[in-house]
């Protein structure tokens, strides 16, 4: 079987992600097995790992700045429909470490079991696209590392993202370069209701922290904005909805699975077709300490697009919370 450079350099890197994982999940085993640990809401946030239409958020290793040091290992298996081209399902693996109550890292990446592109099934010289099904085929690498901190009663977020080139951008999954984004995210708890507000920077869409992976990635400067609640339901459940808007400013390059709308662009382009705005919800329930399940859906006002699907996250090893005094 003949395996391209560019998919042996795929290869490549998610094997030496899984031999991280391979290694580090197991000590981090070995670390947690003398100490008690408290559900994986208290000491991870799992709504942040599994509310994403296959990807874990960037936040995953703690929300809150109490949370302990170590390392989260996880990953997401997602189910999702998109109305512009239709069914995927995806593979997430993730892995963070948290250095204390004000700084982490983590690093995730997408596999793609199964995906329509729009692909060209003729030749070269009479070329005729349609949508064909692929599958193994691998979406870009994030690195992130975010700080935390708190004003009175108002929690702040500060991440700053590194996007590696690994998705393939002719099945529009990629960027096809390095990448960045710099994000802001205000919250302040209400009892059941925790307001938040995100803005930020960067130069892809891929980044942006909005729980649903779209059918396209975007290449340029822009600005994103954020806001909505996330509500505190019985049995550690949770429901967030959130307003995004994402504004180019300037000219943008755009890699899509689609080959309806205006979202199908290889070349250089105006402003207008990489802007997006609309609302996503989430509906996060844990079916264990380590399992949770989120169910999720996003329009997007602008393209007239419906996104829905199921994500189960599985958290292989999460940092230990320490054993409380008697009587406290």
């Given at each position: 079987m003949f395996?391209?450079r560019?998919?042996r ?5 998610f094997?030496?992600f899984f031999s991280?994982v391979?290694?580090?999940?197991p ?6 097995a003398h ?5 994986a809401s208290?000491?991870v946030?799992?709504s942040?790992l599994s509310?994403a ?7 995953a290793?703690a929300d ?7 390392f ?8 999702q429909?998109?109305?512009?081209n239709?069914w995927?399902s ?9 250095f204390?109550r004000y700084f ?6 997408l ?5 329509d592109?729009?692909?060209?099934v003729?030749t070269?010289?009479?070329p005729?696209?349609a949508?064909e099904?692929?599958?193994?085929a691998?979406?870009d690498?994030s690195?992130?590392?975010h700080g935390y901190?708190?004003?009175?009663t108002?929690?702040?977020?500060g ?5 590696m080139p690994s ?8 960027a ?7 994000d802001?995210?205000?919250e302040?708890?209400f009892?059941?209701?925790t307001p938040?507000?995100e803005l930020?920077?960067?130069d892809?869409s891929?980044l ?5 992976l779209?059918s ?10 954020q806001?909505g609640?996330l ?6 459940s949770s429901f967030?909805a959130d307003?995004?808007?994402?504004l180019p400013?300037?000219?943008?390059l ?5 080959g309806?709308?205006k979202?199908?662009v ?5 402003i207008d077709p990489?802007?997006?705005?609309g ?8 079916l ?10 996003s329009?997007?006002?602008r393209d007239h697009?419906d996104?829905a699907?199921i994500?189960l996250?599985?958290?292989?090893a ?8 008697p009587?406290?």
């Open positions: 395996i391209s560019s998919g350099g795929q290869l490549l890197r094997a030496v991280l391979a290694v580090l999940a000590w981090s085993r070995a670390q947690t100490v008690q640990t408290t559900p208290g000491s946030d799992v942040s509310a239409a296959a990807s874990i958020d960037e936040d290793t809150a700045p109490s949370a302990p040091r170590g989260t290992v996880a990953f997401g298996s997602s189910t429909h998109d109305s512009s239709g995927s995806l593979l997430t693996p993730f892995m963070g470490y948290r204390d982490s890292l983590d690093i995730d990446t596999l793609y079991m199964h995906i592109v729009d692909a060209n003729g070269k010289t009479k005729v696209y949508y099904p692929k599958s193994g691998f979406g690498t690195l992130s590392a901190a708190s004003f009175l108002l929690d702040y977020t991440s700053v993202s590194m996007g998705g393939n951008t002719l099945y529009g999954l990629g096809g370069q390095v990448t960045y984004s710099i802001n995210r205000f302040r708890n009892n059941l209701f938040d507000i930020g920077f960067g892809t891929s942006v922290n909005q729980r649903i779209k396209y990635v975007s290449v340029g400067p822009m600005a994103h904005f806001a609640t509500v505190d339901l019985p049995l550690r967030a307003a995004y808007e994402e400013l300037d000219n943008n755009i890699y899509s699975t689609t309806s709308g979202k199908k290889t070349t250089s382009t105006n990489a802007e997006d705005n609302f996503i919800t989430s509906l996060d329930i844990p264990s300490h380590t399992v949770t399940m989120t169910g999720f859906y329009r997007s006002l697009n996104i699907g994500t996250t599985f958290i292989l999460a940092p230990p919370r320490p054993t409380p005094l009587g406290l």
